[in-house]
């Protein structure tokens, strides 16, 4: 039996249902990450669980426990917000000693877990300071050590990180995957940022319009994405998503991306698809990550399955550790990702190479993966 598990849920508005038949199951320890742009019932479902919004039907068991009804202060949960909610008149150790406090624990004993939290946290330096005095990062390891000093049965993240700079969201994005490594705890989290999705969990669950798309291991999510919407949304640049129809030479499926102004490229079906529903004449979507996108120098070595192809170069974006290069095929902008030293210039013809092991195809019809 799974430690959280999620059945049929659904949340209306009146006639507006915002959750439409959610099913979700977190082992305990496990951190289950619920992804999707903004407006797609993810911070809804949160709240769901940690009881600020009534369910309209369905299940939510921790442990084997229905709480639907119950109370949020009887759920055992911790949430910790975006907006981190300090007591600004109370010092640091008092905002994360405040919760225990009001349910009677006695003070050596609250003491005693608001140092082994700030230790972990390594806030011990801040406890005598008041929130004012605190940077955003600061902040959010306090707003943190006050849900951790609980010892709750699960965590609810709600947007944690949005009000952070770039890197300092880096920085606190290391610090939750540490602690989550270092305590074992179970972990809920909201983001609309894929990365952050993608760095953190162990479970991914990517919603649109109220409706699971996909869950699944970062890996399953991204490399096998189930349709067209979660292969756009998750990953960054976005997959490679081109029009091409399938030609069959001798029984076996082909793949053909037109170029206005060169040869089409003929490629052999991606290992990933079932060549069953392949008809000849059939219009597919061709997906590929920007990683297998590249050149024989830059060509990950235990691809089995390659086809080069020459392009003009649209533009060339250093990035670092790495070289964005944009061209075109059929009809679309094509990232590629290859090495920071790539000899590579504007305007100039290239040899691109596509790594098929890496290569999706979607039926434009259904949108679902091929």
Same mark, same amino acid.
């Given at each position: 039996?799974?430690?959280?598990?999620?059945?049929?849920?659904?949340?209306?508005?009146?006639?507006?249902?915002?959750?439409?038949?959610?099913?979700?199951?977190?082992?305990?320890?496990?951190?289950?990450?619920?992804?999707?742009?903004?407006?797609?019932?993810?911070?809804?479902?949160?709240?769901?669980?940690?009881?600020?919004?009534?369910?309209?039907?369905?299940?939510?068991?921790?442990?084997?426990?229905?709480?639907?009804?119950?109370?949020?202060?009887?759920?055992?949960?911790?949430?910790?917000?975006?907006?981190?909610?300090?007591?600004?008149? @109370?010092?640091?150790?008092?905002?994360?000693?405040?919760? @225990?406090? @009001?349910?009677?624990?006695? !003070?050596?004993?609250?003491?005693?877990?608001?140092?082994?939290?700030?230790?972990?946290?390594?806030? /011990?330096?801040?406890?005598?300071?008041?929130?004012?005095?605190?940077?955003?990062?600061?902040?959010?390891?306090?707003?943190?050590?006050?849900?951790?000093?609980?010892?709750?049965? %699960?965590?609810?993240?709600?947007?944690?990180?949005?009000?952070?700079?770039?890197?300092?969201?880096?920085?606190?994005?290391?610090?939750?995957?540490?602690?989550?490594?270092?305590?074992?705890?179970?972990?809920?989290?909201?983001?609309?940022?894929?990365?952050?999705?993608?760095?953190?969990?162990? !479970?991914?669950?990517?919603?649109?319009?109220? #409706?699971?798309?996909?869950?699944?291991?970062?890996?399953?999510?991204?490399?096998?994405?189930?349709?067209?919407?979660?292969?756009?949304?998750?990953?960054?640049?976005?997959?490679?998503?081109?029009?091409?129809?399938?030609?069959?030479?001798?029984?076996?499926?082909?793949?053909?991306?037109?170029?206005?102004?060169?040869?089409?490229?003929?490629?052999?079906?991606?290992?990933?698809?079932?060549?069953?529903?392949?008809?000849?004449?059939?219009?597919?979507?061709?997906?590929?990550?920007?990683?297998?996108?590249?050149?024989?120098?830059?060509?990950?070595?235990?691809?089995?399955? %390659?086809?080069?192809?020459?392009?003009?170069? #649209?533009?060339?974006?250093?990035?670092?550790?790495?070289?964005? %290069?944009?061209?075109?095929?059929?009809?679309? #902008?094509?990232?590629?990702?290859?090495?920071?030293?790539?000899?590579?210039?504007?305007?100039?013809?290239? /040899?691109?190479?596509?790594?098929?092991?890496?290569?999706?195809?979607?039926?434009?019809?259904?949108?679902?993966?091929?």
């Amino acid at each position: 039996m799974a430690f959280l598990e999620i059945t049929g849920l659904r949340k209306r508005f009146g006639s507006l249902e915002i959750l439409k038949g959610i099913d979700l199951a977190l082992d305990k320890g496990g951190f289950l990450v619920l992804v999707g742009p903004s407006g797609c019932g993810k911070s809804t479902l949160l709240n769901t669980i940690a009881g600020l919004e009534s369910i309209s039907s369905g299940d939510i068991r921790i442990e084997g426990q229905q709480i639907n009804d119950l109370h949020p202060s009887k759920r055992d949960i911790a949430m910790v917000f975006q907006s981190y909610a300090l007591y600004p008149n @109370m010092s640091v150790a008092q905002n994360m000693a405040f919760g @225990m406090e @009001m349910r009677g624990v006695p !003070k050596a004993e609250r003491d005693k877990a608001v140092a082994g939290v700030a230790k972990t946290l390594q806030i /011990e330096h801040l406890l005598d300071r008041r929130p004012s005095q605190l940077s955003g990062g600061q902040r959010q390891r306090v707003a943190m050590g006050r849900a951790l000093v609980r010892q709750p049965r %699960v965590f609810l993240f709600d947007e944690p990180l949005s009000n952070l700079d770039a890197k300092l969201r880096v920085d606190m994005r290391v610090e939750i995957k540490r602690l989550h490594q270092v305590t074992g705890t179970t972990i809920v989290y909201v983001t609309h940022d894929q990365i952050e999705a993608m760095t953190l969990a162990t !479970k991914i669950a990517v919603l649109k319009d109220g #409706e699971l798309q996909q869950v699944g291991s970062p890996s399953e999510i991204y490399n096998f994405p189930t349709n067209l919407f979660v292969a756009d949304f998750m990953g960054s640049p976005a997959m490679n998503l081109l029009d091409s129809k399938v030609t069959r030479a001798d029984g076996a499926p082909r793949i053909v991306l037109e170029r206005k102004d060169h040869p089409p490229i003929v490629l052999p079906a991606p290992p990933s698809a079932d060549a069953r529903q392949l008809a000849d004449g059939a219009k597919v979507i061709f997906g590929i990550r920007p990683e297998a996108v590249n050149d024989r120098d830059s060509m990950d070595r235990n691809a089995k399955t %390659v086809a080069t192809f020459s392009a003009n170069v #649209e533009i060339v974006e250093p990035a670092g550790s790495d070289t964005f %290069v944009v061209t075109h095929i059929a009809g679309k #902008e094509v990232t590629a990702r290859m090495r920071a030293d790539a000899d590579v210039r504007v305007g100039q013809s290239h /040899e691109f190479a596509f790594n098929l092991d890496k290569a999706v195809l979607f039926d434009p019809a259904t949108t679902r993966r091929i």
